[in-house]
T-cell receptor, first 114, second 113 residues
């Protein structure tokens, strides 16, 4: 299994809602990533987990809260988002500490904040 | 991390070879050069990665001169399905903390019939 899955595909939420995005991989990768991508812009790194520990946080607002319950699963908890947070949220994984650095990306969750 | 500069867009015709050059003047000794392809509403897909000289795989070649301040992605005989955005990234070698990757602005390639 060489794919990263993300659920849901689409999400619409109000500014007072709490929702979560889910990402899963079964490739044995030990590094997992969250990116945010606005239309016609490159992906922007948000968080990196390595061996289930948060290793990189790119100064992301606290209304985004990542969680890595196990080596295959990565969540992004959302609370009190703003309309400007509407974007495509991408999850990726990679072998950590070895290999040539290829990241495998999921298809993304299209988030709309009303 | 080294900043990358790529052309904003390129046009080509089916069957032609396409070369996309990326500038990375401040590349560090440990940095690898990686290229990704992205179609609309999909996640990026790894194309190729290299450190120096030339790397070739089944879909592309990557040419890196000796000074490593630029790199060229070469796509042989493109087809309509190669219409996508191509990103050049320069980043650290793998480390226990994962990769801190910064995507450049990307090059929008449009392949015409």
């Amino acid at each position: 299994d060489t794919e990263v899955t993300q659920t849901p595909k689409h999400l619409v939420m109000g500014m007072t809602n709490k929702k979560s995005l889910k990402c899963e991989q079964h490739m044995g990768h030990r590094a997992m990533y969250w990116y945010k991508q606005k239309a016609k812009k490159p992906p922007e790194l948000m968080f990196v987990y390595s061996y289930e520990k948060l290793s990189i946080n790119e100064s992301v607002p606290s209304r985004f809260s990542p969680e890595c319950p196990n080596s295959s699963l990565l969540n992004l908890h959302l609370h009190a988002l703003q309309p400007e947070d509407s974007a495509l949220y991408l999850c990726a994984s990679s072998q950590d500490g070895a290999g040539a650095g290829e990241q495998f990306f999921g298809p993304g969750t299209r988030l709309t904040v009303l | 991390l080294a900043k990358t500069t790529q052309p904003i867009s390129m046009d080509s015709y089916e069957g032609q070879e396409v070369n996309i050059t990326c500038s990375h003047n401040n590349i560090a000794t440990n940095d690898y050069i990686t290229w990704y392809q992205q179609f609309p509403s999909q996640g990026p897909r790894f194309i190729i990665q290299g450190y120096k000289t030339k790397v070739t795989n089944e879909v592309a070649s990557l040419f890196i001169p000796a000074d490593r301040k630029s790199s060229t992605l070469s796509l042989p005989r493109v087809s309509l399905s190669d219409t996508a955005v191509y990103y050049c990234l320069v980043g650290d070698i793998p480390s226990p903390g994962g990769f801190k990757t910064i995507f450049g602005a990307g090059t929008r390639l449009f392949v015409k019939a």
